[in-house]
């Protein structure tokens, strides 16, 4: 199973980023997928999550109202919009994959990580 990460970079304060997740090695449809973001010395950070059923979702509250997931079944691929981007979005961001058969809120799979850093 592979997660690659895409999209990261460097952006002004207010600016706009999408990231992308592309699997492979599993049958996505199966999975609910989430993004996180973590940086060493500090606590991950769930930042939203979509279902693999019926693709509702949720976020964390730092950034509901600017960031929104999404994910393309055909393409095998999940999507983080995230707009209004302010500097403490910096962060290395990963996403992650959980079967629906898991027990549990362990993800079983996870990226390598794409950096995101919003300037002032």
């Known amino acids: 199973v592979q997660l690659v990460e895409s999209g990261g970079g460097l952006v002004q304060a207010g600016g706009s980023l999408r990231l992308s997740c592309a699997a492979s090695?599993?049958?996505?449809?199966?999975?609910?997928m989430g993004w996180f973001r973590h940086t060493p010395g500090k606590e991950r950070e769930f930042v939203a999550r979509?279902?693999?059923?019926?693709?509702?979702?949720s976020y964390a509250d730092s950034v509901k109202g600017r960031f929104t997931i999404s994910r393309d079944n055909a393409k095998v691929t999940v999507y983080l919009q995230m707009n209004s981007l302010k500097p403490e979005d910096t962060d290395v961001y990963y996403c992650?994959?959980?079967?629906?058969?898991?027990?549990?809120?362990?993800?079983?799979?996870w990226g390598q990580g794409t950096q995101v850093t919003v300037s002032s």
């Open positions: 979509i279902s693999w059923s019926d693709s509702s979702t």
């Open positions: 090695g599993l049958t996505f449809s199966n999975y609910n």
């Open positions: 992650a994959a959980r079967s629906r058969y898991t027990v549990g809120v362990r993800y079983d799979y």
